[in-house]
């Protein structure tokens, strides 16, 4: 569970958040318990489900509260959504907010998602050196970054331009999929584009 700071005034401690939620859990509340997930957990499963649950896991649920009531350890995280559409991500460790995203690095691949922002950014700066390095090296054998630039610049344009409006759009929202080396990211209202994994970092292998 996160926190976040907002214009409006300080978010209360994640802790008290938890607290409130068990207490809620506790005494059946329902209603009171579902006001303080988030607006995802909300999107996903209605509070008739969550009364079901409440009502025929009884014993569960207290358990669920008394864990919920003593955390091991709290992290708390936000997100700052950038005119770009990138989305930066921070967690409050030792009493101050520290960003966790790579910024610096501009084409990072550490993970399938960072891969994917890399693949449009490089696309966009038309940066086709760092397009064939995010390929697999099958791929990269057969290409070359001029054939990319006079292929994409041109007669696939458009394609290419749609590609990366698509890509964008769903970066800061879209599930990643990842299992061992392997990653698939949907995008679009039926498209995906698949990740592999080679000597540690990740590679667009097919963005359909």
Known sequence: MGASAGCGGASPPAEQTLHELASALRRGDAPAAYALMSSRYRERVPLAELERLMREQPDEIRATADAIDRPLAVEEEARARLSSGDVIELRHEAGAWHVISEVADYYARSTPREAVRSFVRAIEHRRYDVVLALLPAAERER???????????GEAREEIERLVSALRGALATSPVQETGDRAVMPYGDRFRVVLVRESGLWCIEDPE
């Open 143 to 153: 290409l070359t970054e001029e054939g990319l630039r006079t292929q994409w610049e």
